[in-house]
């Protein structure tokens, strides 16, 4: 630990914007949301911290393509001038807690002593004004789906896996058949997790939606909540359809301390942990565990030497259940856990790469209130990327240090089979989901096996095929590794017929 309070990181102020306006053209673009956000952040830290900043990080965003310099955007929405200032190479989930990390060393190495971090989105804004220019409805979708087929690989386009929430049932039925879990036992823990997320939601005044509901409301499918993808509904996926801005600013405990801010109000950054799986979320070594998350996570409580016990506030970043159910199992909690301190990105609000910003600021509000530590895990991409920081009340947190973790969750990382486009034959289901349209209909199943020589492989269950997709519907453990045999379509795509029918 150092004792060097000029090198001690601190966070000293914090904000966040919710902006719905009637009229979408009186709303905030992203930049002018995270300058909102800024401004609020530093009216908490006492005010006029943001004219002497020697760095500004911005998060990147997606629902303003035509603001081709964010950094100087957000600068000019607040009329400073940082000695330097950059955003990140992607809009990625874990990004708020990686910038909260490096701007932690920047003050622990000297390199900076004032550092403010901010990201926002305008997606609801941006879908309605693009619906009145063209006459249509109000919907996200079309920027989701855009910003999603620039970073998917071709190949998984064409069985439909275009979004986050198109893959990410694959890791939440391998893990339910990993976990012993049958469907119904695994959708109560999902349904459980997401109504205490709404509960938390509903009592801040961060929340984009202020409404709890109750486990049996998750589960049921209506006109409120249609399926998605199999076996996820709307309300157990992310809701980026908001317009929200958070940002917090961070120093040394010297300057903070001299400037006249309350000790109690000071929040010390401690170590985290980053660890990254393979890009492309078809080439992961097994869809029932993350081994960058499991490493992200245990290496943040070692290196702030902690166990869970120590922790009195808790984030587990929860864009789909499959992700906070596998990390609160690498810590150990039960299902019934506090897992938020904002709400979920379903009810807080899910602003793409931003969410962590607001729990980053939630938690250093409740730190303040009660509590010593508290954890924050973030995770981006298709379960990609991963990393996990303490924050708290104890000044022994500050420290500069190392966050990559890389080559520990490699080392742990099973074999990656081949990606194999042109296979055609039998195969062994690995992991699986049924897509939906709008209308609840069945769009088609989508298979990802394993071929006789190991490579890995996507099919089709066309919606015709009723049987194989009500088979697909029960969730039963026994479909991992069931037998299946494919051909092509008229199309060249890939269609799987089980080999033993149910």
């Given at each position: ?20 306006p ?53 600068a ?85 896996l ?24 695994g ?82 950054i ?30 943040a409580?070692k ?50 790469a ?7 600021a ?44 890389q ?12 990606l ?13 989901t ?34 194989a ?30 080999a033993?029918p149910?």
């Amino acid at each position: 630990m150092t004792t060097d309070p000029q090198k001690m990181p601190v966070i000293i102020g914090v904000g966040q914007i919710n902006d719905r306006p009637d009229n979408p053209d009186d709303g905030l673009d992203s930049a002018g949301l995270m300058a909102r956000a800024l401004e609020v952040a530093d009216a908490d830290a006492g005010g006029g911290w943001l004219a002497d900043l020697d760095a500004l990080l911005v998060i990147e965003q997606i629902s303003c393509p035509e603001i081709a310099d964010l950094p100087a955007a957000v600068a000019t929405a607040l009329g400073v001038q940082p000695r330097t200032s950059r955003k990140t190479d992607g809009p990625m989930g874990d990004s708020p807690v990686r910038l909260l990390n490096e701007a932690a060393n920047l003050i622990a190495s000297g390199d900076a002593q004032t550092v403010a971090i901010t990201g926002g989105e305008a997606l609801r804004t941006a879908a309605r004004r693009a619906a009145l220019a063209s006459g249509g409805a109000a919907h996200d979708h079309s920027a989701m789906k855009r910003s999603s087929e620039r970073r998917r690989p071709k190949y998984g386009q064409r069985y439909g896996l275009l979004t986050p929430s198109d893959l990410y049932p694959l890791y939440e039925n391998a893990t339910r058949a990993a976990f012993g879990q049958t469907l119904e036992q695994g959708q109560a823990e999902s349904a459980l997790i997401w109504s205490n997320l709404s509960k938390v939601a509903a009592a801040s005044d961060h929340a984009w939606i202020r409404q709890p509901r109750t486990p049996d409301e998750i589960l049921a499918i209506d006109d409120n909540n249609r399926p998605i993808a199999f076996p996820y509904s709307k309300f157990m996926v992310a809701n980026s359809s908001v317009n929200q801005g958070a940002g917090f600013i961070v120093t040394s405990l010297a300057k903070a301390l001299a400037s006249g801010i309350p000790e109690d109000r000071l929040i010390y950054i401690g170590k985290g942990a980053h660890a990254d799986e393979p890009a492309n979320a078809l080439t992961r070594d097994s869809y029932a565990r993350s081994v960058s998350m499991q490493v992200s996570l245990e290496q943040a409580l070692k290196l702030n030497r902690l166990s869970v016990a120590d922790l009195d506030a808790i984030e587990l970043y929860s864009c789909f259940p499959c992700v906070p159910k596998m990390a609160r199992r690498t810590l150990g909690l039960p299902p019934d856990a506090p897992m938020t301190v904002f709400g979920g990105l379903t009810f807080g609000g899910g602003p793409i790469a931003n969410y962590m910003s607001h729990a980053i600021a939630c938690m250093v509000e409740q730190l303040r209130e009660e509590g010593r530590y508290g954890l924050l895990f973030a995770n981006g991409g298709i379960a990609t990327y991963n990393h996990s920081i303490v924050i708290g009340r104890d000044p022994a947190l500050a420290e500069n240090h190392d966050f990559d973790f890389q080559s520990d969750a490699d080392s742990r990382r099973g074999p990656i089979p081949d990606l194999d486009e042109d296979y055609v034959g039998r195969g062994e289901l690995e992991t699986y989901t049924i897509l939906y349209n709008r209308d609840g209909s069945i769009r088609h199943g989508v298979i990802l096996a394993r071929a006789p020589h190991g490579a890995r492989f996507l099919a089709k269950i066309p919606p015709a095929d009723a049987s194989a997709l009500a088979r697909l519907e029960t969730g039963d453990a026994s479909l991992i590794g069931a037998p299946g045999d494919c051909a092509r379509d008229e199309d060249g795509d890939l269609l799987w017929t089980f080999a033993n029918p149910a």
